[in-house]
């Protein structure tokens, strides 16, 4: 076609800041070095086409001279003078889809509760477990979809999905089927996590439920994937003490690998559970928490190139169990890819990704690059989505967050309210 008829869905034009996070298409950054450098444009002009896709980034100059965008018309032409643009923020740890009320937790926690406390007096899991097993799938679809919406707002464009407030196959899979229809209409980019082996079920065994996981859950799933009625993309599970052991988890990721599935589960967070080895020998994709990992553990993972997913949430949440926060800069030291997410669940109620950025910068130490790297193209890389996501880049989705501000960095310096002027999901506007 001549430049005259070109049509484009998007344009900010001569924006004050544009971070690509990534220019070389790499799928992770693993060093300090490389987490420093946002190649950042100044002066800088995006445009996404048709089909959703980047189809320029570079400066305003360059823009103006391409023969592409002589005459060419465009859905959305917007000025960004004044405004600085990063890419869409991918959460890579969430629990979405749950029913039943547990703020009265939160003030048994400032009374001094532990979690353990919490659990033995019928809250925690259980009480989330019982309520979901009882909700009806459209209750859930609701909830879902208004958390949903709560993270766009916030500049989350893709998001991880777990199950795991069911435990049994009935449950997990009425989660399940609400998360793949829900991904199927809500403008959020959805990858979905089943994780049956959240916790042990009222009234069976580790052993028990390990083996019914595999035995049945794990062939179901693939059964009703193959009849279009749901979707799973990593098998998941939380491997801890007095919950399921080294032996389960194995047993289970081993069994999910064979059908599959991508491993991305919960490990070494109130106990060295060797969680970071296993996950590093398994070549998983990602590993959750890791409050507790080990040196070895660290070292491990760096060597298989597994992801670290930190949820700093967590520990501040759980001050009074006393957990540490994970060891993110010995991490960078031994070149894991590290990846900062919300834990969004009722027991850390927080979906703004820019609040749990400001609380990885401060409470782990990482500089505003690092978080921004760990909350884009290595959360997205995390889920296996690196081609796709995580970097303004020609040929990626058009997926963008547009900061009221002339520096990005006001994103996570502004606790609680940060300047989101626009969300982009492939290149419209979504919030």
Not at 90 to 119: C, Q, S
Not at 317 to 327: D, E, F, G, H, R
Not at 388 to 413: F, N, P
């Amino acid at each position: 076609r001549s430049a005259v008829n070109m049509h484009f869905r998007l344009r900010i034009r001569d924006a004050d800041q544009i971070v690509r996070v990534a220019c070389h298409n790499e799928r992770n950054k693993r060093t300090q070095e490389e987490m420093n450098d946002l190649c950042i444009l100044e002066h800088g002009t995006i445009i996404v086409g048709d089909d959703g896709k980047i189809a320029f980034v570079g400066t305003e100059a360059e823009a103006s001279t391409d023969p592409r965008f002589a005459g060419a018309t465009f859905d959305r032409d917007l000025n960004g003078h004044g405004l600085s643009i990063v890419p869409g923020l991918v959460d890579a740890h969430t629990h979405p889809i749950w029913a039943g009320d547990r703020v009265n937790e939160f003030a048994m926690k400032l009374a001094g509760a532990t979690y353990m406390d919490i659990h033995k007096a019928g809250g925690g899991i259980g009480f989330t477990v019982e309520h979901t097993r009882r909700a009806s799938p459209e209750e859930l679809k609701t909830l879902l979809e208004a958390r949903l919406s709560r993270m766009l707002r916030a500049g989350t464009t893709l998001a991880e999905t777990k199950s795991g407030y069911g435990l049994d196959l009935e449950t997990e899979v009425k989660l399940l089927k609400v998360l793949h229809e829900v991904s199927k209409t809500h403008p959020i980019g959805m990858v979905t996590t089943y994780l049956g082996a959240h916790s042990v079920p009222k009234g069976t065994t580790a052993d028990a439920h390990t083996r019914d996981i595999v035995e049945r859950h794990l062939p179901e799933l693939k059964r009703l994937e193959a009849q279009g009625e749901l979707h799973v993309d990593n098998v998941d599970l939380f491997l801890e003490r007095g919950i399921f052991e080294l032996g389960h988890a194995r047993e289970i990721l081993v069994a999910a690998q064979q059908r599959g599935y991508a491993l991305n589960f919960h490990g070494d967070e109130m106990h060295d559970m060797h969680g970071a080895q296993l996950a590093a020998e398994l070549k998983a994709l990602a590993i959750s928490h890791l409050e507790s990992a080990s040196p070895e553990g660290i070292e491990a993972m760096g060597q298989a190139g597994t992801h670290a997913v930190l949820l700093p949430t967590c520990p501040y949440v759980l001050k009074k169990s006393n957990l540490p926060y994970p060891n993110a800069r010995a991490m960078i030291a031994a070149h894991v890819p590290i990846v900062v997410a919300s834990d969004y669940n009722p027991n850390a109620h927080c979906l703004a990704m820019p609040v749990v950025m400001n609380l990885a910068c401060i409470q782990m130490g990482l500089t505003m690059p690092e978080v921004l790297v760990a909350s884009t193209l290595n959360a997205a890389a995390s889920l296996g989505r690196a081609d796709r996501y995580g970097s303004l880049e020609v040929g990626k989705e058009g997926d963008l967050v547009v900061v009221g501000a002339s520096r990005w960095e006001h994103l996570v310096y502004e606790l609680g309210d940060p300047p989101v002027a626009g969300v982009y999901k492939a290149g419209r506007c979504v919030a």
